[in-house]
Structures are given as structure tokens and as C-alpha cells.
């Protein structure tokens, strides 16, 4: 009883803002029955009648269109083409045109009627005949349904399919661009009733007006849904479905409702085609002088329970206040209370964000460890995986996952580019692929590279996953990441379980080693890589390079270089193949430098960046670019160091090269800066023969090689191996072989 008493103020502050919520509750609740709640009622009701209306216009539209396409694939006109030399029959070309002229006549808003066939370009529409490619260049122009698109697809087992609405452009005669929005239905071929493609283009407008969208409440809206929930029609853009979808729940065999923002949201499913049509009405009226009235009879009534308050307030709030100030830090100051409170509390607030963003930064910097934990080959121990399961619902809310690695490159300086930290880039992509895929996760795992886990309900989405992928990576080089070069690889299907992490983890990291060097889009897809073993790696061209490094022949290098890899990249060997042989060539090229003590640090430099090029290379370009800057700066490295002539290796590339030239003892003691007799002993201690035999060992060498290939005569075989006249040639190669020239030629096993 005491310390009722002595709570007597708070019980009496309690009452008074009691009585305050029960007057002005009892107030709206006149307003509501006697203007809001009515007039709502009775307009919500009329609206409901006309949407139902509205939605059988839609299914008898469609009911319209599906009857066209079954009467088309009915008329006799199958093969047009003649099976002899597939030439067109024409007249049956313009009978089936002028038939659907007449059909498309019939149906004020189709666009156009277009029949195509699988293996031909011809497209016969209502207005005329064209090739499909012209027709989808000029008359319809999209970004992605072109040509090929709907040749594509058309090949593809499909069912009856309705397209989203989207713009076409057409390009008159005048080059003036007119768009439309069109609505592309495409007739199905699981059971084939002729060989037609029937596409029928589907105009918005004229759509919208035949349905009489106008008899709809003013500000009210339409959004048409297909099975699987693509928006296929909507008459206001920019709608946000993401939380209206959350929050209902589709049952086959009833209606559902919901308010949200201001809105209420009205869900009808049809019984012809299962297409979910969502009415978008506002539940709030203005300019309505009940309302009015009403209102204002409630601001007096405010008015004056809020003088009475603040005289009940200002009596018990006193002490109260003081106290809080004196939480806050402020109780022994003097001055405007309130204003100190307001202060401390913002102050608070601030340490609250702050703390905030602390708390986040962490959670996710536990959610990206718990990620790249699952990647590791090396198993955890059983508390550690209790304590991190909390976090799996994160990565996973759909029943399958495909996993992708997303790879950033930097381009040229002289490029603009987009100035973002890793986890401005993170965010990026988040964002980017959470609009074309759905549910993503995305993490950075090592310099550009992104993973992340795209959820899908079913493993027949993942085709339309790439899809999306490859949209997302030509949209993000234009706009989120301008300035870099984005490839993705994809993974196949696995379940939604963390030990299926490491498996998609270490499927991507092979599909990245195996992709091909020559690639053939932006998004690599896994189940698409085949085994190549013909790797061409010819020893004799490389040793030429070694060669023409040593002679300081550089464009002869680059030339080699450039065919080995282009003779690689049309192979189609895989990535790991050719960085193995970039590599190898490197070495080969780092022979010809004499490393000493103050060039090695660069040169181990100059490796690493190389091997770094190499590996991270997307395609085979990136990888011979690299070589080819090592092929400068070995060219250059051996311009500056005049490495000594006099040595094995010189001189028998030397008489390699210049095997066809007069190679006398005077001119390579000329070229090796000594004299002709120390060059004669140097060369038979050396190579343990005189400097004439070995020189005619490597002329004949490439004489028999010449022999064996080649439809030269004898003469000219002994001019181009370095010999003056056929007869010395002739004795000298059968001095050493035992053979004429022409002998070997008819028997060239002897």
C-alpha cells in the first residue's frame, strides 16, 4: 500500500495519458464509420468486380492468341522448302502470308504474326516476308531477343511461352527509331503440330485498352505474374514485390489480400493459365470533408487534453527528468534540462551506430571466415562446427546452390576507372547479382577474385542462372565496376549443405586451370570443359628463339612466339597447359642473360610479375602479351651486356643461323674478334673437330632434310646449304654419306 502510495504521481500521469488515448481513439472510430470505412468499402468492392472483369479480359486475350497460333499451325502450309535443292516455294510462301494477314486483322492489339522455321532464315509476317535476321535488326530490335535468341529457343523443347513485356525499336525508312512495348509469345514444340515457329508480337497499349484498364480505381495498379513468378506485365514501374511476395501465401484454390506502404494488394489467380494477376489500390483517401470535419474536431479535442496533460506532466515530471539528466551526465548543471537530455540522448545514439557498424563489420567478417573455413581441404574439430552452424541459414535459403568465381582486371591507365575499396566491390557485386539471380552471397577470397553462392529452388534453373550471370558482367563493366574486365566460371548443381562448399570450391578452381585459352564469353561453365592433350610445344622452334635472343634477332622471336601461342589458342589447350609453356619459354629466354649480383634481384622481379601475368591471365592474348615484354627486356638486357662471343653456345647458333653464307675461318674470327688461328684451335679443343667438318655437318644436315621434303633440284639445295657450285656439294655430301645427293634422295632410309 506504501509504495502505491508512493507511486501515486506515475499512476496519475498513467490515467491522464489514458484517458487521452480512449477520447481520441472513440473520435477515429466515428470518423472511420462514418466517411473512411464507407466510402472505402463500398469503392474497394466496385473495384474488385471490375479486376475480376479485367483478368477474364486478360485470359480470354490469351484464350484469343492461343486459338490464332493453333488455327495457323492447321493451315496447309507445311514444307515450303523443296527437299531437292531447298528452294522456296513462293506461292505457298504468299498464301500462308496473306492467311495470317487475315488472322492478324482479326485482333486489334497483335503487333504482328512471325513464322519462321528451324533450319532457314526466312520470316513470313503479316506485313510481308523477311529475312529474320533483318526483321529482328530493324522492325524488332532488343537486346537479347534477337535472331539467335529465338532460334535458340525455338529448338529448345518449350511450352507455349509468354514473354515479358519489354521495348522493341524499329528503324523506318527514314532512320527515325520508334519504340514499342510488345509482348512475345512463342507457340510450344513438346508435341509439334507442323513445322511452323509462330511468334506473335503482342502490343501493350492497345493490350491495355482492349482490357479497358481505365474502368480501375484512379491510382490503383496492375502487375500480370507468370507461373513462376516473372513479372510479364505491369502498369506502373518500379514496383518493390520483394516484401508484398514474403508476406502472402498463393493457395491454388483461393484469393488473398494484404496492405502495405499505404497500399492494399489484391491477389487473384487465374484458372486458365495460372498466371497470378496482383491489384496494387491505395486504402487512404484525401480531400474528403468528412474527413475534414472530423479532423478537425480532433485537434480541438487534442488541443485541449494536451493543455490538461501538460499541466499533470510538468507537476511529476520534474524529478523524473532530473534523474535522467543525471544519467546522462548533466545532473549538477544548470540550465534548459531539455535541451541537455536531447543532447545526451543524440550522443548516445551516435555511440549507438557507431557501435552498430562495429557489430556488423564484425558479424560479417565472422560470416566470410566461416566461408572460406568451409573451403579448407582440413577438417575442424566438432565444437568449432556446433558453434559456426548458427550462421549456415545465412549462406543457404534455397533447397540447391551453384557456386561462381567472379575475376576482376584492372585495365590501362589511360582508361577510366572505377575507384572502389574490396568491399565497396563486394557490395557491387551483392547488389548486382541480387537483382538478376535472387538470394546471393557473395565474399572476397583473394586479390580480384569474388565467390559467391547463387541459391536456386531446382536444378533446371541453372541455365537461366548463367544467363543472368553474363548480363550481370556486361552490365557491371559499364556501370558498377567501370574501368575493369570481369569473367566469371559457374559450377554445376549441389545441394544446400556447407560440405558441398569445398566440392563447388574445388570444381571452379579446376575449371579456371582447364578453361580454354581461347574463351568464347565472359562466363565459364564447368560442365562444358573437355579434356585437350594436343599441346604444341615444338623443342627446334624454341631453341630458334634461344637463338635469335642470343643474336639479337628479336622480331625473328617475336614472330616465334607469336605463332607457338596462336597455333595453341586454336587447338583450344587449356589455361594450365599454355602458362606451362609460357614458363618454360621464359626459361629458355632467362639463358641468354648473364645474371650477376646486382641484375638478380630484378630479374627475380621481372619472373614473378610474369608468372603472376601468366597465371591470372583470362584468355591466350594476356599470356602472349607477357612474353612478349619478356622478349624486350631480354633483348634489351643483352644489348647492354655484351656478354663475351667467344663461347660454345655463340658459335654453334651462330653457324646455325648462318649456315647458308660463306662461313671462312677469317670472317668468324671477324665476328668473334680474334684471329683466324686461335679461332681454328679454340674450336677443335672445343668441339673435339677441325671448324671445316663441323660446318659441313650442319650444312649437309639440313641438305638431307631439304632432300627428303623439298621438289628442289640438286643445285639449288647446294646454293641454299652454303655451297659455291652442285658438283662441291655433290662430292662433299658423298664423302660423308658414302651416297650421291640424287641416291638419297630415291632411298632416303639408306
Not at 552490365?475 to 558441398?500: P, Q, T
Given at each position: ?28 472510430y ?18 474488385r ?29 507445311d514444307?515450303?522448302f523443296?527437299s ?23 485482333v ?13 532464315d ?50 523506318g525508312?527514314?532512320m527515325?527509331?520508334k ?13 509439334r ?18 482490357v ?7 491510382g ?20 518493390d514485390?520483394?516484401?508484398v ?6 493457395n491454388a ?5 494484404l ?15 495460372s498466371?497470378?494477376?496482383?491489384d ?15 479532423s ?8 485541449i ?10 507537476i ?5 527528468v532530473?534523474g ?6 548533466g ?45 579448407d ?6 565444437e568449432?562446427?556446433?558453434q ?52 546471393v552471397?557473395?565474399?572476397?577470397s583473394?586479390?580480384?577474385?569474388f ?8 536444378s ?48 571452379i578452381?579446376?575449371?579456371?586451370q ?65 602458362v ?12 641468354q642473360?648473364?645474371v ?6 630484378e630479374?627475380?622481379?621481372?619472373e614473378?610479375?610474369?608468372?603472376q ?12 602479351d ?9 633483348a ?13 653456345a ?11 653464307e ?15 688461328k686461335?679461332f ?18 650442319v ?9 627428303k ?20 656439294f655433290?662430292?662433299?655430301f ?17
Amino acid at each position: 500500500m506504501n509504495r502505491l502510495i508512493a507511486s501515486r504521481g506515475l499512476l496519475q500521469i498513467f490515467f491522464a495519458l489514458l484517458l487521452v488515448i480512449v477520447i481520441m481513439f472513440v473520435s477515429n472510430y466515428v470518423v472511420y464509420k462514418n466517411s473512411i470505412s464507407g466510402i472505402y468499402e463500398k469503392v474497394a468492392q466496385n473495384n474488385r468486380l471490375v479486376v475480376k472483369n479485367i483478368i477474364q479480359s486478360y485470359n480470354n486475350s490469351f484464350t484469343t492468341v492461343n486459338n490464332l497460333i493453333f488455327t495457323i499451325h492447321g493451315l496447309p502450309y507445311d514444307n515450303l522448302f523443296a527437299s531437292a535443292d531447298g528452294s522456296i516455294d513462293m506461292a505457298k510462301v504468299y498464301s500462308l502470308q496473306d492467311n495470317i494477314t487475315t488472322l492478324a486483322s482479326s485482333v486489334d492489339y497483335i503487333e504482328d504474326i512471325i513464322i519462321f522455321f528451324d533450319n532457314h532464315d526466312l520470316a513470313i509476317t503479316s506485313k510481308g516476308t523477311s529475312d529474320m535476321s533483318v526483321l529482328f535488326d530493324k522492325k524488332f530490335k532488343h537486346d537479347i531477343y534477337n535472331t539467335g535468341y529465338w532460334k535458340t529457343f525455338a529448338r529448345s523443347k518449350h511450352p507455349s511461352t509468354v514473354f515479358p513485356a519489354d521495348t522493341f525499336v524499329s528503324q523506318g525508312e527514314t532512320m527515325t527509331k520508334k519504340s514499342r512495348r510488345l509482348i512475345p509469345i512463342l507457340d510450344g514444340n513438346k508435341v509439334r503440330m507442323s513445322d511452323k515457329n509462330i511468334l506473335v508480337m503482342i502490343n501493350v497499349d492497345k493490350l491495355l485498352n482492349h482490357v479497358d484498364m481505365k474502368a480501375m480505381l484512379p491510382g490503383a495498379s496492375l502487375i500480370v505474374l507468370d507461373p513462376a513468378r516473372r513479372i510479364i506485365l505491369s502498369t506502373e514501374q518500379d514496383w518493390d514485390l520483394v516484401e508484398v511476395l514474403n508476406d502472402v501465401y498463393f493457395n491454388a484454390s483461393s484469393e488473398a489480400s494484404l496492405t502495405h506502404n499505404n497500399f492494399e494488394y489484391n491477389f487473384y489467380k487465374s484458372d486458365y493459365n495460372s498466371f497470378v494477376y496482383i491489384d496494387k489500390v491505395p486504402y487512404q483517401f484525401k480531400n474528403i470533408d468528412s474527413v475534414t470535419n472530423a479532423s478537425r474536431t480532433i485537434m480541438i479535442m487534442a488541443i485541449i487534453c494536451a493543455v490538461i496533460l501538460s499541466a499533470v506532466l510538468s507537476i511529476y515530471l520534474y524529478r523524473p527528468v532530473k534523474g535522467i539528466l543525471k544519467l546522462l551526465g548533466g545532473g549538477s548543471i544548470k540550465g534548459n534540462d531539455f535541451r541537455k537530455i536531447h543532447s545526451g540522448i543524440v550522443k548516445v545514439q551516435a555511440e549507438n551506430e557507431s557501435l552498430k557498424k562495429q557489430m556488423n563489420f564484425v558479424d560479417l567478417e565472422i560470416r566470410r571466415g566461416v566461408f572460406l573455413q568451409t573451403l579448407d581441404s582440413h577438417n575442424h574439430s566438432q565444437e568449432y562446427e556446433i558453434q559456426m552452424q548458427k550462421y549456415y541459414p545465412y549462406f543457404f535459403r534455397d533447397r540447391q546452390f551453384v557456386m561462381a568465381a567472379i575475376h576482376l582486371k584492372g585495365l590501362h591507365a589511360d582508361k577510366e576507372q572505377t575507384d572502389l575499396s574490396i568491399e565497396e566491390m563486394t557490395e557491387a557485386i551483392r547488389a548486382g547479382l541480387q537483382v538478376e539471380a535472387g538470394h546471393v552471397v557473395v565474399f572476397h577470397s583473394s586479390q580480384l577474385q569474388f565467390l559467391a553462392m547463387i541459391g536456386i529452388g531446382h536444378s533446371s534453373e541453372r541455365a537461366a542462372v548463367i544467363g543472368r550471370l553474363e548480363a550481370f558482367v556486361q552490365r557491371a563493366e559499364k556501370e558498377e565496376l567501370k574501368g575493369f574486365m570481369l569473367w566469371a566460371c559457374i559450377s554445376k548443381v549441389y545441394d544446400s549443405h556447407m560440405r558441398n562448399c569445398r566440392a563447388a570450391y574445388q570444381e571452379i578452381m579446376n575449371g579456371m586451370q582447364y578453361r580454354n585459352v581461347n574463351p568464347a564469353g565472359a562466363v565459364l561453365d564447368t560442365t562444358s570443359i573437355r579434356f585437350v592433350a594436343d599441346m604444341h610445344f615444338p623443342f627446334e622452334k624454341i631453341e630458334k628463339l634461344s637463338n635469335c635472343m642470343l643474336s639479337g634477332k628479336t622480331n625473328e622471336g617475336v614472330r616465334i612466339i607469336t605463332d607457338l601461342i596462336k597455333e595453341n589458342a586454336d587447338r583450344g589447350i587449356h589455361h594450365h597447359q599454355l602458362v606451362h609453356a609460357a614458363r618454360s619459354i621464359l626459361s629458355h629466354m632467362m639463358k641468354q642473360i648473364e645474371v650477376s649480383p646486382a641484375l638478380a634481384k630484378e630479374l627475380y622481379r621481372l619472373e614473378a610479375d610474369f608468372l603472376q601475368k601468366v597465371e591470372n591471365a583470362y584468355g591466350y592474348k594476356d599470356i602472349q602479351d607477357a612474353l612478349l615484354e619478356a622478349v624486350q627486356y631480354v633483348a634489351s638486357k643483352r644489348s647492354q651486356d655484351q656478354k663475351s662471343k667467344l663461347n660454345p653456345a655463340f658459335i654453334s647458333q651462330y653457324i646455325e643461323l648462318h649456315y647458308m653464307e660463306n662461313l671462312y675461318l677469317d670472317h668468324m674470327a671477324e665476328v668473334l674478334d680474334t684471329s683466324p688461328k686461335y679461332f681454328s684451335n679454340y674450336f677443335k679443343k672445343t668441339f673435339g673437330v677441325n671448324y671445316v667438318e663441323y660446318l659441313n655437318k650442319v650444312r649437309l644436315s639440313h641438305a638431307r632434310e631439304q632432300l627428303k621434303h623439298t621438289d628442289l633440284s640438286i643445285a639449288e639445295i647446294g646454293e641454299k646449304t652454303g655451297y659455291m657450285n652442285s658438283s662441291t656439294f655433290t662430292t662433299t655430301f658423298k664423302k660423308y654419306y658414302g651416297i650421291s645427293p640424287s641416291e638419297y634422295r630415291k632411298n632416303p632410309g639408306d
